[in-house]
């Protein structure tokens, strides 16, 4: 069984920038789609940002310009660097894997919080 998980996160103030990593256990990076989600308390699980195998991202309007995604397939990890952070940003983040849909992979989150 396939394991994600997520590190990086903490308190960091208004403007600043934090880097999350999820690292997986098996060889699952360089195929399907891999992504970034968000949830904040008492809202839905967004999606912050994906990466494709091929290399292609793709942004939510809200973080476009701030975030970057990044892999690294041969060490089986993925990042999100977090720029300009924002206290709108507070969420715990979580990694979610899609190597060969149907079967999906999502990690245990890790907890941002940005204090204005």
């Known amino acids: 069984q396939v394991q994600v998980v997520e590190s990086g996160g903490g308190l960091v103030q208004a403007g600043g920038s934090l880097r999350l990593s999820c690292a997986a256990s098996?060889?699952?990076?360089?195929?399907?789609?891999m992504g970034w989600y968000r949830q904040a308390p008492g809202k839905q699980r967004e999606l912050v940002a994906s990466?494709?195998?091929?290399?292609?991202?793709n942004y939510s309007d809200s973080v476009k310009g701030r975030f970057t995604i990044s892999s690294d397939n041969a060490k089986n990890t993925m990042y999100l660097q977090m720029n300009s952070l924002k206290p709108e940003d507070t969420a715990v983040y979580y990694c979610?894997?899609?190597?060969?849909?149907?079967?999906?992979?999502w990690g245990q989150g890790t907890q941002v919080t940005v204090s204005s």
């Open positions: 990466i494709t195998s091929g290399g292609a991202t």
């Open positions: 098996g060889s699952i990076f360089g195929f399907g789609t």
């Open positions: 979610n894997c899609n190597p060969w849909p149907p079967v999906t992979y």
